[in-house]
């Protein structure tokens, strides 16, 4: 097969805000080896410093067919052999089979499939690059670079290397793993430094880390109940663990999971909802584990005292619950939020279907 290079889209993008209403300037050409491709109503998008295009529009241009399987809600496209399947929704798609993991997962829009650039360059081989002064997508299926096309971005750009090297996943700052504890904690027990881990749980909200990945925390400050005080435990995040053993430095903090503390962004991951940078704590209050708590709302003198000022748990929620030390469980649930971005190779996730495979 062709060696084809992949040039990640440049990001300068930064600037690239649509705009609704008669402002045509703004808007984001598409070329494919120099034609103009012409896309009859919804046109192409930049979500969250992802440019979306319309995948029926791009790969017929390079002599695809395109189905749509309503029964599956995926869309099927294939050209000469290789067949590429896209769930809507899922970041999870495969080529021959295989699976190719997307930046952002495949959306529709007023009826039309939106995919991200990376998308068309891992599927079809082509090069994907970023021509800033006309806000042009220029996709290559010839493999000539174009000398004038501005360089990319690392704010914007998750990756830019060679078929066969390993490409990166990169997790912005304010994801949200959930995970849960492998180890015991104890306010009453546990010591400052002590080490711990946790398993980032399988399914939807695992921010596309393998099956079996681990979490390394450990213990900022425990502080026992007493005197009708409550016990806590100030934790840290510092490293991913994958199953092949690999380790990935990680600046992460301790997040609730509740409906008020996270949601879904486009690429289907958890992401904080709060905008301050406030440390939450587990704070034993009521009978059992402990609760994760940032601060309160209201004049609380006891837990202000040890907590500090902020936002969290309203007052009218703890103040008949009765003051005791943190016991955390193996098995206790809880959010870690990524403070600072990481980034791994993607072979991590090629790694964890292999396994998955070899089980079958």
Not at 295 to 322: F, H, M, P, W
């Amino acid at each position: 097969m062709r060696y084809v290079t992949i040039q990640r889209l440049a990001a300068c993008a930064g600037a690239l805000a649509l705009t609704s209403g008669p402002a045509l300037a703004q808007s984001i050409q598409v070329r494919v080896d120099g034609e103009p491709v012409r896309f009859a109503d919804v046109q192409p998008q930049q979500i969250r410093e992802r440019v979306m295009i319309p995948l029926r529009g791009v790969l017929e241009k390079l002599g695809a067919f395109v189905e749509w399987q309503d029964a599956t809600n995926t869309v099927v496209a294939t050209k000469d052999d290789k067949v590429i399947r896209l769930p809507i929704g899922s970041r999870r798609a495969t080529v021959n089979g295989e699976a190719v993991y997307l930046d952002a997962p495949a959306m529709t829009v007023a009826g039309r499939t939106m995919v991200p650039l990376r998308f068309i360059s891992e599927s079809l081989g082509a090069r994907v690059e970023w021509e800033a002064p006309t806000r042009t997508v220029h996709i290559d299926t010839t493999g000539q670079r174009r000398a004038h096309v501005t360089p990319a971005d690392d704010r914007t750009r998750d990756y830019s290397r060679r078929a066969g090297d390993a490409r990166r996943v990169v997790l912005p700052a304010g994801t949200v793993i959930p995970a849960q504890l492998s180890d015991s904690l104890s306010s009453r027990d546990s010591r400052q430094g002590d080490r711990f881990t946790a398993t980032v749980r399988s399914g939807d909200d695992d921010a596309g880390l393998p099956s079996g990945t681990r979490i390394e925390g450990a213990v900022r400050e425990a502080i026992p109940s007493r005197e009708g005080k409550p016990g806590v435990i100030d934790v840290e995040f510092r490293s991913l663990i994958f199953p092949d053993g690999e380790r990935v430095a990680i600046d992460g903090s301790l997040y609730s999971l509740d409906r008020r503390s996270v949601k879904r962004d486009e690429s289907g991951r958890l992401v904080a909802t709060g905008g301050g940078n406030e440390r939450l704590k587990w704070v034993g209050i009521g009978a059992g584990a402990g609760l994760i708590i940032g601060a309160i709302t209201r004049q609380n003198t006891l837990l202000s005292v040890l907590l500090g000022a902020g936002a969290g748990y309203l007052y009218d929620e703890l103040r008949d619950k009765r003051p005791g030390d943190v016991s955390l469980g193996s098995g206790t649930d809880f959010g870690v939020k990524l403070d600072r971005s990481v980034s791994f190779r993607r072979d991590r996730i090629d790694y964890d279907d292999r396994q998955n495979d070899d089980r079958r």
